[in-house]
C-alpha cells in the first residue's frame, strides 16, 4: 500500500485526502485485499486464472505448463493498484476508472495486459521459465500502456465478458 499512498500524497498534495482515499480503497474498494489471508486477493487471481482459461485457452495452457502461479503474474498489479508497475499517468487514470467502478477495474486491467496480440505472441514463443516470468514483468511498459486513453479503451472492452463471467464463477466466495 505504501506505492498507493506515496502516489496519492504526491496527486492530492493533502494528507488528508490521501487518508480518506486509502481509507476508501482498503474499507470499501478493495476490502479484503490487505487483511489477514488476503481472500480478495486469492479470488481475483483466481479469476484472472479463469477469465484466461475462457478468453485464451493456449496462452493458459502455456503459462501453466511452466508451472508459473498466477499469483506471481498478477499478484503485484493488483496489491499496489498497478502503483508500481504503470506509467503514473495511466495508473492515475486506471485509479479514476477504479474509484468509479469498483475493484473489476484492476481485473480488466490485467487481462487487457495479457490478451493484447503482441503479448500473447511474446507469452507462446518462451521457452523456458524466466523467459516467462521476464515477459510478464515486462507487459506494462511500452507504448500500449503509456496511451492511457487508449489503454482504458481496450481495457473496457471486457466489460460485458466480465458481467456475465463473475455471476458464473463457482468459486467466487471463499
Avoid at 480503497?25 to 478493495?30: G, I, P, Q, V
Avoid at 496489491?79 to 476508472?97: G, H, I, K, N, S
Avoid at 484492476?106 to 487487457?112: G, Q, W, Y
Avoid at 511498459?141 to 481496450?154: A, M, W, Y
Wanted: include cysteine.
Amino acid at each position: 500500500m505504501n506505492y498507493i499512498a506515496g502516489l496519492l500524497l504526491l496527486v492530492t498534495r493533502c494528507e488528508r485526502s490521501t487518508f480518506f482515499l486509502l481509507r476508501a480503497l482498503a474499507e470499501r474498494l478493495l476490502p479484503e485485499y490487505y487483511g489477514p489471508n488476503v481472500p480478495g486477493l486469492i479470488t481475483d487471481v483466481r479469476v484472472f486464472s479463469a477469465v484466461l482459461r475462457s478468453k485464451s485457452p493456449r496462452v493458459h495452457a502455456h503459462v501453466e505448463s511452466f508451472r508459473l502461479p498466477w499469483a506471481l503474474v498478477c499478484s503485484k498489479w493488483f496489491v499496489c493498484a498497478f502503483a508500481d508497475v504503470l506509467p503514473v499517468e495511466t495508473t492515475l487514470r486506471l485509479w479514476d476508472c477504479l474509484f468509479a467502478e469498483g475493484s473489476k477495474v484492476l481485473l480488466r486491467a490485467a487481462v487487457a495486459l495479457v490478451l493484447d496480440p503482441a503479448n500473447q505472441t511474446r507469452i507462446l514463443e518462451c521457452s523456458e521459465f524466466g523467459a516467462l516470468a521476464a515477459v510478464f514483468k515486462s507487459l506494462t511498459v511500452g507504448e500500449k500502456t503509456t496511451q492511457c486513453h487508449e489503454f482504458i479503451t481496450v481495457r473496457n472492452q471486457f466489460t460485458p465478458f466480465f458481467d456475465t463471467f463473475h455471476a458464473n464463477l463457482p468459486f467466487f466466495t471463499l
